[in-house]
């Protein structure tokens, strides 16, 4: 289905509010001017064992203004949207860089970008979920979660829904005019069984998506077939015994593996992180300047590429906060580094010769910063599948489904829980185990991954919160992957981890 912008947004004054802004700072001697303008819708519903708990909606809408003053960042924004207002923010950009001036240490100087006029864009969706009346999307979680406590093994259900839609406008001195739309939507059940004064918790395997209200209703994600097996899969979790801990062989789902990558490579692979310039929030990356090219960050079958174009795609969009036409591009290839993420600041500053496209600003409020793309590791061409994967491990477990997770500052040692933990005994599963970790530090745990899966075994998966900044600033971003193997990984009994 074609979409347009939304009209309601469409109507603003989107022109003329950046022209007054834009002509004011230039007035005042802005080098550089950029213009944003954006509305946000979110929606979130919460239901407790089929009884709604929350329904909250909230529209944030406001305009930015961003100047480079004498070589200084200025940065204001404002809710007003009239072109008075609009010129008024500008000067308070100006106002914010003259002060700056006297302690900025390095010029601010941006990578040069094609002018790209006019443009128009809006991501691949069908259904736009904020025109689905909210009693059909609570009787469809209460209808899912009412199947679940169906079954005697099924003690409570928490289902929710995340819903967004941005809309954004942006404009520079240089000439780019950019309107956009996208839309995303994260569904989540999670049930919880209760035996013998113990619980665990068994949640859905749907990852959230730049898709509308058809992820939920259509074909591309089975939800019957999902919701049947949890209450069986919940019981085995619980059954199950501890695992030993030791060295073992790993098959990883997608997901699972998906928040593997974000952590130790999406994140590692900031050039803004690896240079020091974000280190308040999770630290800097060990994948320094210095070891691009000759790092052997994992195993021949280790490519990973950073896509801000992949279709439902969290990150996914035409353009950036810095009017840069996103792209794919390279980050690992055959196991080597080769590349990082980049906005137009820090890509001028390292000799660069454009920005990839990483900026974005989570808010009208917020001043954009370099922020990841979907990161993602590309199948093997005719690879095997996940059986065949799991056939090719003796001793060892699969592992599926986002968990809990810890890794340190310099994105390199880490550890990971699941939601399923299954043994492989002699190239078959043989039943669930729980209280398992795996550890490892980044580059012996990519080294260590000996085949990946071919692309019928590939998934998107991915976050709506993934954090950075000061003060910090949250984004969607999504992470595609195979299934793949994993020799000699070291496991973890949290149980007697915690007990230690």
């Known amino acids: ?200 918790t068994m949640r859905t395997l749907a990852p959230p998506a730049g898709y509308g209200y058809e992820w939920l209703t259509g074909s591309a994600w089975d939800w019957d077939s999902e919701l049947a097996e949890i209450p069986e899969l919940l019981a085995g979790k619980l059954a199950a015994p501890s695992v030993e801990p030791g060295a073992y062989d790993l098959v990883i789902d997608p997901s699972n593996l998906w928040l593997t990558i974000h952590e130790s490579v999406g994140h590692a692979t900031e050039l803004d992180r690896a240079l020091g310039y974000e280190a308040a929030y999770a630290g800097t990356s060990f994948a320094t300047p210095d070891k691009r090219g000759s790092l052997q960050y994992g195993s021949e079958v280790m490519n990973i590429s950073g896509d801000r174009t992949a279709e439902h795609g969290l990150a996914t969009v035409g353009y950036d906060d810095e009017g840069v036409r996103t792209q794919s591009f390279d980050i690992i290839d055959k196991g080597l580094f080769v590349g990082y993420q980049l906005d137009r600041r820090i890509a001028r500053l390292t000799g660069e010769a454009r920005s990839n496209g990483c900026a974005f600003a989570d808010s009208p409020s917020s001043m954009p910063l370099q922020r990841m793309a979907n990161v993602s590791l590309r199948p093997a061409p005719g690879g095997p599948s996940t059986g065949e994967l799991i056939a090719g491990v003796d001793r060892g477990i699969y592992v599926v489904g986002d968990k809990s997770w810890s890794i340190d500052m310099q994105r390199y040692n880490f550890q990971f829980t699941a939601q399923r933990f299954f043994r492989i005994e002699n190239g078959r599963l043989a039943g669930q185990v729980r209280d398992v970790a795996y550890q490892a530090t980044t580059t012996e745990f990519w080294n260590s991954m000996e085949a990946v899966g071919g692309p019928q075994t590939y998934v998107l998966g991915g976050a709506f919160n993934c954090g950075k900044g000061q003060p910090g600033q949250v984004a969607a971003v999504s992470h595609g992957c195979p299934s793949a193997m994993f020799r000699g990984v070291n496991i973890l009994n949290t149980l007697k981890e915690a007990g230690k």
Request: aromatic share 6%; glycine share 4%.
């Open 1 to 200: 289905m074609v979409h347009q912008i939304d009209p309601s947004f469409a109507a603003l004054p989107l022109r003329a509010l950046a022209d007054a802004a834009m002509s004011r700072a230039r007035e005042l001697g802005a080098e550089h001017v950029d213009f944003r303008l954006e509305r946000i819708r979110r929606q979130t519903l919460r239901l407790h064992d089929a009884a709604l708990e929350t329904a909250l909606d909230a529209d944030d809408i406001g305009l930015a203004v961003r100047v480079v003053k004498d070589g200084t960042w200025g940065f204001a924004s404002g809710i007003d949207l009239t072109p008075g207002a609009a010129a008024r923010v500008a000067e308070q950009a100006i106002e914010v860089a003259v002060v700056a001036s006297a302690i900025n240490r390095e010029r601010i100087e941006l990578a040069p970008e094609e002018v790209h006029g006019d443009r128009t864009w809006i991501s691949a969706y069908e259904i736009d979920p904020f025109e689905v009346p909210t009693r059909d999307k609570v009787a469809l979680l209460a209808d899912w979660s009412r199947r679940l406590l169906a079954d005697d093994r099924v003690d409570h259900v928490d289902a929710t829904l995340l819903q967004v839609k941005e809309n954004k406008f942006y404009a520079d001195t240089a000439g780019t005019r950019t309107t956009q739309q996208r839309v995303r939507v994260h569904p989540v059940l999670d049930a919880v069984g209760i035996r013998d004064g113990a619980f665990e």
